[in-house]
């Protein structure tokens, strides 16, 4: 079992959808959660950072964090083309190494016009 | 946020030979790290670079593979040695930002093909 399973898609939406993007994990020891978004060819671009449980929102993004179900979840609103990407999560805090970014697989997202 | 150039962006390099890839950071930071992302895969650490100590290397990655320098709060180079075809990826350096927390910034990356 890997320590973060992430959908990998991908997934096709129309322009202005909600989008949901999810990761769960199995060590509950992770203490920061992050989402990066990555586009073809280029590093990744931290989104959104969530420190233990919670809800933090961006602009047209929000970021959940459920430890009691080991649980992470993106939401995008009025979705644009522009947000074509791969959403890659990403977790750390583990004792010895806090540093240490465990990632998901990453999820492609298609946004139509 | 900080910003972090790496070079060289590509290169096609032949087996058995070994490639050095710089990164450089725009602010001091105490914790740099560096990532593989093989085709059409997640990141992987390789290894983890503090100033002034011997780089930390996760499970699978060796020093004589994979040598680290950081010799300075700003600076770090990862080289890729005896290349073989299966080093093909993608590699990255990030930093956490000593003003945001454990936020992870990566740099844009050395995309490296070997043949």
């Known amino acids: 079992q890997k320590e973060v399973e992430q959908d990998p898609g991908p997934l096709s939406v129309p322009e202005g959808a909600i989008v949901s993007l999810n990761c769960t994990y199995s060590n509950s020891a992770f203490q920061y959660f992050m989402w990066y978004r990555q586009y073809s060819r280029k590093g990744p671009e931290l989104l959104m950072y969530t420190y233990s449980s919670g809800n933090k929102e961006d602009g047209r993004f929000t970021a959940q964090v459920d430890k009691s179900s080991k649980y992470i979840s993106l939401f995008i609103r009025d979705s644009q083309p522009s947000d074509s990407a791969t959403y890659l999560c990403?977790?750390?805090?583990?004792?010895?190494?806090?540093?240490?970014?465990?990632f998901g697989q990453g999820t492609t997202l298609q946004v139509k016009p | 946020s900080a910003v972090i150039s790496q070079k060289p962006s590509r290169d096609i390099c032949q087996r058995g030979t070994s490639l050095t890839i710089q990164c450089q950071v725009d602010s001091q930071v105490t914790m740099m790290f560096w990532y593989r992302q093989q085709p059409g895969q997640s990141l992987t650490l390789i290894a983890t670079a503090n100033q002034g100590s011997e780089a930390t290397y996760e499970s699978g990655f060796v020093i004589d593979k994979f040598p680290i320098s950081r010799p300075n709060l700003t600076f770090s180079t990862l080289t890729v040695s005896n290349m073989s075809p299966e080093d093909s990826s993608i590699y990255l350096c990030?930093?956490?930002?000593?003003?945001?927390?454990?936020?992870?910034?990566f740099g844009p990356g050395t995309r490296l093909t070997v043949t």
């Open positions: 990030s930093v956490e930002d000593p003003d945001r927390g454990h936020e992870q910034y």
């Open positions: 990403a977790m750390s805090g583990l004792t010895g190494n806090t540093g240490k970014l465990i």
